[in-house]
């Protein structure tokens, strides 16, 4: 029988504009249906306020990394993303995250599965939640990891130290459709996945400028329509099946840019507005734009030179690196993507978690679709 331990040790760090609550894989229940019990537990769902636990009532403050040694040899650690639902009893790892990504290499630190260098470390994480990898860059002067710095991303206050993070190529095609362009319900789009499924949408081809807020966008109930019958035809065409209740694919709708980036863009994660953009949302965002033929590349100003894009989004902008190159089969395919994002360690310490006896309904596997 699966042992569900009354206390934890847990990490909680901002990565980038999320934040979440990291854990050692070895600390959790093996069984992912006792773990996911006790994670809805620990973050206190469901319950919108989410008032007996971590997480902080909204999506992007609902998640969980659970990291352990690698058995693969291209990777220090892997890092399983979970997605707490906030208000349903779910928890998926149907989706990767980018943002919380960026503690995954200074919570390896922290935890000794991965030595500090002298002034930087670099850690290679494979991301088990759709094996691709990735390498995360940060300052350890004296062999400690230091959060202080001058590097600032839109979305959070102040400045903190920068984690360089550099992608390869996924394993999987960048235009999961096989097509640039596709119509769903009269709408053009285009499916792309530079490590976030995500379906590129002109604002305009949903009467709306794409420069509205996320509030006003989220209360937009004829927009959420037909935002849902999109996402369920996209997401068949990409090959994820039934998507109702995931949390992928993502959809941003684009319009020109205004603040000297390359496009503007809002983010449905897929029913809340993200208040800026998510890293590999950014990526497919970016990788999308370079596409000729894309819907996005003809309202897209894509830099003369160099592989750097900035995306505009509610909040600011993300600066993000991507290049694309022909794949075997004559469509684009990725061939670098890279971001530079911050973290910090909050809290370390001790979780309790609510009791069972006391909680409410137990985990339903896969889903947290908000
Ligand atoms: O796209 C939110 C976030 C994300 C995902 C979401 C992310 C990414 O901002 O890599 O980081 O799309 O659900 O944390």
Do not use: W
């Amino acid at each position: 029988m699966t042992r569900v331990p009354e206390e934890v040790p847990c990490l909680l760090m901002r990565g980038g504009t999320s934040r979440g609550a990291y854990f050692l894989a070895g600390d959790l229940p093996a069984e992912p249906g006792a773990r996911d019990d006790l994670l809805l537990r620990v973050m206190g769902s469901p319950d919108e306020r989410q008032i007996d636990g971590l997480g902080g009532a909204h999506p992007l403050t609902s998640k969980v990394a659970v990291v352990s040694p690698s058995s693969d040899p291209r990777a220090d650690v892997d890092y399983l993303f979970l997605q707490v639902a906030v208000d349903r009893p779910e928890v998926s790892d149907r989706q990767n995250c980018g943002n919380i990504l960026a503690g995954v290499g200074p919570f390896a630190v922290e935890r000794g599965l991965v030595p500090a260098g002298e002034e930087r470390t670099s850690v290679r994480i494979r991301m088990v939640n759709t094996g691709d990898l990735a390498t995360a860059t940060f300052p350890t002067p004296g062999g400690r990891v230091d959060y202080t710095g001058d590097a600032e991303i839109s979305g959070v206050p102040g400045t903190a130290a920068p984690v360089v993070i550099e992608f390869p190529p996924g394993a999987g095609p960048l235009l999961p459709t096989g097509n640039v362009r596709d119509v769903i319900d009269g709408v053009p789009v285009t499916c792309v996945d530079n490590g976030m499924p995500t379906v590129l949408i002109a604002a305009s081809s949903l009467e709306v400028t794409g420069y509205e807020t996320p509030k006003d966008l989220e209360e937009d109930l004829t927009l959420a329509d037909r935002l849902r019958e999109i996402r369920l035809t996209a997401g068949r065409l990409m090959g994820l099946g039934d998507v109702s209740d995931t949390t992928v694919p993502k959809l941003t709708l684009l319009a020109a840019p205004r603040d000297g980036g390359a496009a503007t863009t809002r983010t449905f994660i897929p029913v809340r507005c993200h208040p800026s953009i998510g890293v590999l949302g950014a990526a497919s965002v970016a990788a999308g734009l370079r596409i000729g033929g894309s819907v996005g590349a003809e309202l897209a100003r894509l830099p003369v030179q160099g592989d750097r894009m900035r995306i505009e989004h509610p909040t600011g902008f993300l600066d993000i690196e991507s290049s694309l190159g022909t794949g075997t089969d004559g469509l684009p395919s990725a061939r670098r993507t890279a971001v530079v994002r911050t973290a910090r360690k909050i809290f370390d310490g001790t979780v309790f978690p609510r009791s069972a006896e006391t909680a409410p309904t137990p985990a339903r596997p896969q889903g947290g679709q908000r």
